[in-house]
C-alpha cells in the first residue's frame, strides 16, 4: 500500500516538475531562434534568450535560483563572442563585481549581530525604553529592525533571525497565541506591523536587501545613473521615517489590538538585558564594526575616498582578527554564498546585453514609440504596474532582474528624470512585498506564524501600498526636489 | 581553580598567537619601507610586500587561510593603482578567473561520489577483484584511489572521506588495531601504501589537488607555459603509474605486513556489494557525468574547442537537474568556497606582480646572475631546494604560493627548459608530501590513525621521496622528451 501511495502523491508534483523545466526552456528556444530585429546583433540576441530563460527559469523555479543561474552561466558561455574559453571569462566576470562583494561581506558580518547575541540586546533595549504600550512596542521591534538594516542585507535572516523571536516570545508572554482565538490579542498587530515595517527599513539602505545592490547596479549600467550608499540612504530618509511612523499607527487604528498597555512587556525586557549581563567584548567589537562601515558608507568619499566595498571587507577582516567570527561562520554563511552565484550571473548577463547594444537599441525603440505622451503620465503608469506586478512574484529578486532594467529604460525613453525613476523603481522593489504573504523572504516568516488571517494580510497589504506609494512618490517626490535630483 | 588553570592554559597559546600576527606584519611592513630596487616601479613592490606577507600569514597561520587572504585582498585594494575602487576592482578579479572556477566546480561535483555512495562501491569492486593478498588489497585501495582522482580535487576528502573508512574497517576485520601491538598485522601497511598512493595520485591530474591548477596558472602568468588538462595528465602518465606500482611493493618488502594473504577481504568486499544493491540511478549518472568530464577534459580541443571549465560548469549543472546533487549541497561544500577564496586572492596577486612588472624584473636579475652555471645544475639544484624545504610546510599551498613562481623563473633564467621545469615543480608540489606528517591535508588523517609510528612514517617517507624523484625525473624525463615537451 506504502507503493500505491507514493505513486498517487508523485505524478502531480512530476508533471508539474517537467512543466516547470520546459517552460524556460521553451520560451528561450523561441526567442533564440526568431531573426532577430534590424540593429540588434545576432550574439545579444542569443544572449537574450539566455537571459529571458533564466529570468523565467528563476520565476518558474524548477530548481533554486541559484542552480538556475549556474545553467544560466553555462549557457552564456555557449552563445557570448569569442572561443568558449573567451566567452565562459566573460561569464564568469561577474564575479568579480565590486557590489557583489559589498553584499556577500554585508551577509558575512550580518552574522555577527546573531552570533553575538548584539541584535537581540538592541531589541530588549527599544522594548524597555519604547515597549509600555502595544503600540510603543511595535516601535520598539521596528527600531531594533532599522538600526540593524544597513549591515544586514537578508530582511529574512533580520525578521526571522531577530524580530521574529522575539516578537513571538512577548505574544505568548501576554497569552496571545495564533490558534485559540487570542491572536487578536496583540499577536496580529504585532505581525503585521514588524513585517510592514520590514518592508520599508528593507527600502531605506542599499545594503538592507540583498536585491537592492541589484537594481543600483542595473541603473548604472542602462541609465548611466550612480546611486551611491550615502544617496540611497538620504533620498530615502524622509519618506521612510514618515512611513515607519505612520505605518504601524494606521494598522493599530484599522485594526486595535485588544491589549493597548504593556507594562509587563517593558519588564520583561529589563529581566532579559539583565539576565545577558554587561555588554561582552563581542558585542563592542561587533558595534564598533558597525558604527566603522556606517561611517565609511555615508563619508567614504572624504575619508580618502574608500569604496564602500572596501570598508565591507575591512569589517569583516576587523570581526576576523577579533575572533568575533571564525572563518568557518564565513564558509558556513549559505545566504552568501548562495547571494554571490546569482548577483553574478544576473549581473554578467544585464551588462552583457548592454555592451552588445540590445539595451541602448531597445531604449531607442521605445523612445520613438512613447515620444507622443507626457513623462508623468509614462512615469506613473509604469512604476504602478512595476509595483502591483509584483503580486505575481515570489521573490524581490526574481522582479527585479526580470522587470527593473526594462521599466526604467521605458521610462527614460518617455523623458522621466533618470534619477527620479531609478530611485522610484528601486524603493518599489521593496515596497511591492507588502501585499502578499509569499512575495518576499520574510513574509511566509511572519505570516506561517498563524497570527494573522489570509484575507486580512491581503487587504492590509493593499491598503498600506496604497499608503507607501503616496509617500514615497508623493512627500518623497517633493524631498528629491529639494536634495536637487531631479 | 578553574580560573587558575585557565589562566595558566592561556597565556602561551595568546604569545604565540601575537607572534604569529605580527610576523606576517613586520615583514610586510619592512619590505613595504625599504626602497624598491632600479627598475622596479613602487606600486609593484608594495604589492610584494602585501603579497610576502601574505604567503608568511598563510605559513604562520594566525588565522585560517581563506581569512588570510581576505585580509590580503584587503590591503591589495590599497596599494594597487588606481582609486580605491579601481584597485579594489582589480584585487577582486581573481574571482572571476576560470582555472579557479574548474577547480570549485570539480568540488561540488565530488561531492556526488560520496553523496551517491559510488566511491564507496568502487573501492568494494577492486577489492573484490584485487584484495585476495595484503599487497594486491594496497592496489585496490590505490586503483579506487586513481579512478576518482581527476574528479576530487581534494585529497583530504579522497583519502578521509572514501580510502581512510574502508581501510579502517579491513584493518578491524582482520584483528589489526593501533593500539595493542597488533598495528603491525596489516594496518599499517595499509596506512603506509595507501597514503603514498594518494600523494602519487594527487600528482596525475590537474584536477587531483586543489593547489595543482595553481601552479598551471602560476606557470602560465609567469613562464608562458600552458599546461592543459590532457597534457598534465600525458605527461604523468608514465612516471605516475611507474610510482603506484612500484611503491606499494616497495613499502611491502621494507616492512612486510604479519597478515600477507586476505582471501576474507575480497569475501567482505562482495557481501558489502550485495548489501548495497543494483547500481543507483544516482550513481548511474554520477557515472555518466564523470565519464563525461573526463572525455571533454581531454578532448575538448576536438570537441568543439569546450574549455575545461564549461565543461565542469556543464557537469554540476547535470547533477543538478537530475537532482543527484541539491543546490544546497553545493552551498554547504565548504571546501569549495574556502578554495575559491584563497585562490582568487593569490591568482590575483601572483598576476598582479607580473602585470606590475615585478616578475619580469626578477626574472632579468636572476638570468645574469645565474648566467655562468649550466642549466642542468641549477635545475637541479633549485627543484631538489623546492622538493625538500617542504619539511618547513603544513599544505602544498602555502608552498606552492610561496615558492613556485620564484623557482620556475630562476630555473628559466639559467637556461632550464620551461616546459619541463613547469611540470617537474608542479609534480613535485604533490610528490614532496610523501615526507611528514603535516605535509598535506590528509598526512594527519592517515597519521592520526595511529597505526603507524613517527620514525616509520619519516623513515619511509624519506626513502619514498627519493624513490618519486628517480622516477619522475629519470624516466619522467625520457618520456617528455619523447612527447616532445623539451
Same mark, same amino acid.
Given at each position: 500500500?506504502?507503493?500505491?501511495?507514493?505513486?498517487?502523491?508523485?505524478?502531480?508534483?512530476?508533471?508539474?516538475?517537467?512543466?516547470?523545466?520546459?517552460?524556460?526552456?521553451?520560451?528561450?528556444?523561441?526567442?533564440?531562434?526568431?531573426?532577430?530585429?534590424?540593429?540588434?546583433?545576432?550574439?545579444?540576441?542569443?544572449?537574450?534568450?539566455?537571459?529571458?530563460?533564466?529570468?523565467?527559469?528563476?520565476?518558474?523555479?524548477?530548481?533554486?535560483? !541559484?542552480?538556475?543561474? $549556474?545553467?544560466? *552561466?553555462? @549557457?552564456?558561455? +555557449?552563445?557570448?563572442? =569569442?572561443?568558449? %574559453?573567451?566567452? &565562459? #571569462?566573460?561569464?564568469?566576470?561577474?564575479? !568579480?563585481?565590486?557590489? $557583489?562583494?559589498? *553584499?556577500? @561581506?554585508?551577509? +558575512?558580518?550580518?552574522? =555577527?549581530?546573531? %552570533?553575538?547575541? &548584539? #541584535?537581540?540586546?538592541?531589541?530588549?533595549?527599544?522594548?524597555?525604553?519604547?515597549?509600555?504600550?502595544?503600540?510603543?512596542?511595535?516601535?520598539?521591534?521596528?527600531?531594533?529592525?532599522?538600526?540593524?538594516?544597513?549591515?544586514?542585507?537578508?530582511?529574512?535572516?533580520?525578521?526571522?533571525?531577530?524580530?521574529?523571536?522575539?516578537?513571538?516570545?512577548?505574544?505568548?508572554?501576554?497569552?496571545?497565541?495564533?490558534?485559540?482565538?487570542?491572536?487578536?490579542?496583540?499577536?496580529?498587530?504585532?505581525?503585521?506591523?514588524?513585517?510592514?515595517?520590514?518592508?520599508?527599513?528593507?527600502?531605506?539602505?542599499?545594503?538592507?536587501?540583498?536585491?537592492?545592490?541589484?537594481?543600483?547596479?542595473?541603473?548604472?549600467?542602462?541609465?548611466?545613473?550612480?546611486?551611491?550608499?550615502?544617496?540611497?540612504?538620504?533620498?530615502?530618509?524622509?519618506?521612510?521615517?514618515?512611513?515607519?511612523?505612520?505605518?504601524?499607527?494606521?494598522?493599530?487604528?484599522?485594526?486595535?489590538?485588544?491589549?493597548?498597555?504593556?507594562?509587563?512587556?517593558?519588564?520583561?525586557?529589563?529581566?532579559?538585558?539583565?539576565?545577558?549581563?554587561?555588554?561582552?567584548?563581542?558585542?563592542?567589537?561587533?558595534?564598533?564594526?558597525?558604527?566603522?562601515?556606517?561611517?565609511?558608507?555615508?563619508?567614504?568619499?572624504?575619508?580618502?575616498?574608500?569604496?564602500?566595498?572596501?570598508?565591507?571587507?575591512?569589517?569583516?577582516?576587523?570581526?576576523?582578527?577579533?575572533?568575533?567570527?571564525?572563518?568557518?561562520?564565513?564558509?558556513?554563511?549559505?545566504?552568501?554564498?548562495?547571494?554571490?552565484?546569482?548577483?553574478?550571473?544576473?549581473?554578467?548577463?544585464?551588462?552583457?546585453?548592454?555592451?552588445?547594444?540590445?539595451?541602448?537599441?531597445?531604449?531607442?525603440?521605445?523612445?520613438?514609440?512613447?515620444?507622443?505622451?507626457?513623462?508623468?503620465?509614462?512615469?506613473?503608469?509604469?512604476?504602478?504596474?512595476?509595483?502591483?506586478?509584483?503580486?505575481?512574484?515570489?521573490?524581490?529578486?526574481?522582479?527585479?532582474?526580470?522587470?527593473?532594467?526594462?521599466?526604467?529604460?521605458?521610462?527614460?525613453?518617455?523623458?522621466?528624470?533618470?534619477?527620479?525613476?531609478?530611485?522610484?523603481?528601486?524603493?518599489?522593489?521593496?515596497?511591492?512585498?507588502?501585499?502578499?504573504?509569499?512575495?518576499?523572504?520574510?513574509?511566509?516568516?511572519?505570516?506561517?506564524?498563524?497570527?494573522?488571517?489570509?484575507?486580512?494580510?491581503?487587504?492590509?497589504?493593499?491598503?498600506?501600498?496604497?499608503?507607501?506609494?503616496?509617500?514615497?512618490?508623493?512627500?518623497?517626490?517633493?524631498?528629491?526636489?529639494?536634495?536637487?535630483?531631479?
Amino acid at each position: 500500500m506504502a507503493t500505491a501511495n507514493v505513486t498517487i502523491a508523485n505524478p502531480p508534483k512530476k508533471d508539474n516538475s517537467i512543466l516547470r523545466f520546459a517552460i524556460p526552456i521553451i520560451i528561450g528556444l523561441i526567442i533564440y531562434f526568431l531573426p532577430p530585429p534590424t540593429g540588434v546583433e545576432v550574439e545579444a540576441w542569443h544572449l537574450l534568450a539566455v537571459f529571458v530563460a533564466t529570468i523565467v527559469g528563476i520565476i518558474a523555479k524548477p530548481l533554486p535560483m !541559484g542552480a538556475v543561474a $549556474i545553467i544560466g *552561466i553555462l @549557457m552564456s558561455s +555557449f552563445v557570448l563572442p =569569442g572561443s568558449n %574559453k573567451e566567452a &565562459l #571569462g566573460t561569464a564568469l566576470s561577474g564575479f !568579480g563585481n565590486g557590489t $557583489i562583494w559589498l *553584499i556577500v @561581506m554585508a551577509f +558575512f558580518i550580518s552574522r =555577527g549581530f546573531i %552570533k553575538t547575541r &548584539l #541584535g537581540e540586546r538592541i531589541a530588549y533595549l527599544f522594548m524597555a525604553k519604547l515597549g509600555k504600550k502595544t503600540l510603543g512596542l511595535s516601535y520598539g521591534l521596528i527600531a531594533t529592525d532599522l538600526v540593524m538594516s544597513p549591515a544586514i542585507p537578508s530582511n529574512t535572516a533580520r525578521g526571522g533571525g531577530i524580530i521574529y523571536p522575539v516578537l513571538r516570545s512577548i505574544a505568548g508572554a501576554y497569552g496571545s497565541e495564533p490558534d485559540d482565538g487570542t491572536a487578536g490579542k496583540i499577536g496580529s498587530f504585532l505581525v503585521k506591523a514588524s513585517f510592514q515595517g520590514l518592508v520599508i527599513t528593507s527600502a531605506m539602505f542599499l545594503t538592507a536587501m540583498a536585491a537592492n545592490p541589484l537594481a543600483a547596479s542595473l541603473a548604472a549600467d542602462n541609465a548611466g545613473v550612480e546611486i551611491t550608499w550615502g544617496g540611497w540612504a538620504l533620498a530615502a530618509l524622509v519618506p521612510g521615517v514618515i512611513s515607519l511612523l505612520f505605518v504601524p499607527w494606521l494598522l493599530y487604528k484599522m485594526n486595535p489590538p485588544e491589549i493597548k498597555e504593556t507594562p509587563e512587556a517593558a519588564a520583561i525586557a529589563r529581566k532579559k538585558l539583565a539576565e545577558m549581563g554587561s555588554v561582552k567584548p563581542s558585542e563592542w567589537m561587533m558595534l564598533a564594526v558597525f558604527v566603522l562601515l556606517i561611517v565609511f558608507w555615508v563619508f567614504g568619499k572624504q575619508l580618502g575616498g574608500i569604496d564602500g566595498t572596501t570598508a565591507a571587507v575591512l569589517g569583516l577582516a576587523l570581526l576576523l582578527i577579533t575572533r568575533v567570527l571564525t572563518w568557518d561562520d564565513v564558509l558556513k554563511e549559505r545566504g552568501a554564498w548562495d547571494t554571490l552565484v546569482w548577483f553574478a550571473a544576473l549581473v554578467m548577463m544585464a551588462s552583457q546585453l548592454n555592451s552588445l547594444g540590445l539595451i541602448p537599441w531597445f531604449g531607442d525603440q521605445m523612445g520613438t514609440l512613447v515620444s507622443g505622451a507626457g513623462w508623468v503620465v509614462a512615469f506613473l503608469v509604469l512604476s504602478l504596474a512595476y509595483f502591483y506586478s509584483h503580486y505575481l512574484f515570489a521573490s524581490n529578486t526574481a522582479h527585479v532582474s526580470a522587470m527593473y532594467a526594462a521599466f526604467l529604460v521605458v521610462a527614460i525613453a518617455a523623458g522621466a528624470p533618470a534619477m527620479l525613476t531609478a530611485l522610484v523603481l528601486a524603493f518599489f522593489s521593496n515596497l511591492f512585498s507588502s501585499m502578499t504573504h509569499y512575495g518576499t523572504g520574510p513574509a511566509p516568516v511572519f505570516f506561517g506564524s498563524g497570527y494573522v488571517e489570509m484575507s486580512d494580510w491581503w487587504k492590509s497589504g493593499f491598503i498600506i501600498s496604497v499608503v507607501n506609494i503616496v509617500i514615497w512618490v508623493g512627500i518623497g517626490g517633493l524631498w528629491w526636489k529639494v536634495l536637487g535630483l531631479w
